[in-house]
Each structure stands twice: as C-alpha cells, then as structure tokens.
C-alpha cells in the first residue's frame, strides 16, 4: 500500500515540475488518501493484537 501512495506522490511531483497542477492536485490528494488508510490500518491492526494477548512474531 506504501508503494501505491509513493507512486502518486512522484506522479504528483513530476506533473507539478511539468506544469500540470491539476493531475499533480489529484495524485497528491490520491497519495494522501491512501497513505492515511494505510496508518488506520497499521493502528488497528496493533490494537487488535496488543488485545488479543498474542506475542509478537520474532
């Protein structure tokens, strides 16, 4: 999922120095979005294993 959002932010990045801001505005809101399901996730993901008891994997 990382690798989406890296994706659309260097697709942002490279529209902005071209000159095309409104596909490098949806890219960024694009890598924002995912970027920010991916930290939800990883939150809950820690939550529901810290309250399950189960140890961490080595």
Request: aromatic share 10%.
């Amino acid at each position: 999922m990382l690798g989406w959002t890296l994706t659309f932010l260097v697709i942002a990045l490279v529209a902005g120095v071209l000159g095309f801001t409104g596909i490098a505005g949806a890219a960024a809101g694009i890598a924002k979005i995912i970027f920010f399901v991916f930290v939800v996730l990883l939150l809950i993901s820690l939550v529901s294993r810290a309250l399950s008891g189960k140890p961490p994997r080595p």
